[in-house]
């Protein structure tokens, strides 16, 4: 079940230490920088990392450096999450759920490319999040505006589990990275 699934996925995150996981988020940003190269995205969202999850900064000063703009994803209201872009050594401020963001002044983008955090993935590269499904529907809602973004799912090889039973709103990953290797979804038949 789901609910188990999350809960033992991220008891296992907890249990790496803060070496292990800072070594394994350089690792899985080396592991997806040709990837960046090669989609040369316009306008990339990470987050900022909260408790043990991966962290998604090497990944993002990647991002700059093949010429993106940064964004961080703010809660408009408790279900509703949109994007602001991250100037450089910007001030955060709390951006909901205990997480933090840009704050209002920054301008709000669209990203084409988001860095997506989660608490489980299988092989076919679904994923379970938080269970609040802000991730979900964002991406649902770019989706009908005709702006589909590169979903690239940043996580630690032990979060990775047997099988997810996705639901039919659950969008699978593009792609996911961790410490230990880069997947690709397998092209539409
Ligand atoms: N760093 C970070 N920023 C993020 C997210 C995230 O997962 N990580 N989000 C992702 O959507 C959005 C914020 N949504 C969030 C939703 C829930 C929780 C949370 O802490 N939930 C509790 C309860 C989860 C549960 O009951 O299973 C928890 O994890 O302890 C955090 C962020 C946008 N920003
Ligand atoms: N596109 C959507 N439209 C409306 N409701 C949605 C959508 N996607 C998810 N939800 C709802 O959000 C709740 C949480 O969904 P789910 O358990 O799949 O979240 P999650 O994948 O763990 O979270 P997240 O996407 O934030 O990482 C569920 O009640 C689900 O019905």
Same mark, same amino acid.
Do not use: C
């Given at each position: 079940?789901?609910?188990?699934?999350?809960?033992?996925?991220?008891?296992?995150?907890? =249990?790496?230490?803060?070496?292990?996981? *800072?070594? +394994?988020?350089?690792?899985? &940003? $080396?592991? @997806?920088? %040709?990837? /960046? #190269?090669?989609?040369?995205?316009?306008?990339?969202?990470?987050?900022?990392?909260?408790?043990?999850? =991966?962290?998604?900064?090497?990944?993002? *000063?990647? +991002?700059?450096?093949?010429? &993106? $703009?940064? @964004?961080? %994803?703010? /809660? #408009?209201?408790?279900?509703?999450?949109?994007?602001?872009?991250?100037?450089?050594?910007?001030?955060?401020?709390?951006?909901?759920?205990?997480?933090?963001?840009?704050?209002?002044?920054? &301008?709000?983008?669209?990203?084409?490319? /988001?860095?997506?955090?989660?608490?489980?993935?299988?092989?076919?590269?679904?994923?379970?999040?938080?269970?609040?499904?802000?991730?979900?529907?964002?991406?649902?809602?770019?989706?009908?505006?005709?702006?589909?973004?590169?979903?690239?799912?940043?996580?630690?090889?032990?979060?990775?589990?047997?099988?997810?039973?996705?639901?039919?709103?659950?969008?699978?990953?593009?792609?996911?990275?961790?410490?230990?290797?880069?997947?690709?979804?397998?092209?539409?038949?």
């Amino acid at each position: 079940m789901k609910a188990d699934q999350r809960a033992a996925a991220l008891a296992r995150r907890d =249990a790496l230490s803060e070496h292990y996981r *800072a070594e +394994a988020s350089s690792n899985a &940003a $080396a592991l @997806a920088e %040709p990837l /960046l #190269a090669r989609l040369a995205p316009s306008v990339v969202s990470g987050y900022w990392p909260i408790r043990s999850e =991966a962290d998604p900064r090497p990944l993002l *000063a990647a +991002a700059r450096l093949v010429g &993106a $703009a940064i @964004a961080l %994803p703010f /809660l #408009a209201d408790a279900i509703t999450m949109r994007f602001r872009q991250f100037e450089h050594d910007a001030r955060l401020v709390p951006a909901g759920f205990g997480t933090y963001g840009p704050p209002e002044t920054a &301008a709000e983008v669209v990203p084409d490319l /988001l860095i997506v955090p989660l608490a489980a993935f299988d092989r076919a590269l679904n994923r379970i999040g938080y269970g609040k499904g802000h991730f979900d529907r964002a991406i649902a809602r770019l989706i009908e505006a005709g702006r589909r973004p590169v979903l690239l799912g940043l996580a630690f090889a032990v979060q990775e589990v047997e099988k997810i039973a996705a639901e039919p709103h659950d969008i699978p990953l593009d792609f996911l990275v961790t410490e230990r290797e880069l997947m690709a979804a397998p092209p539409h038949a």
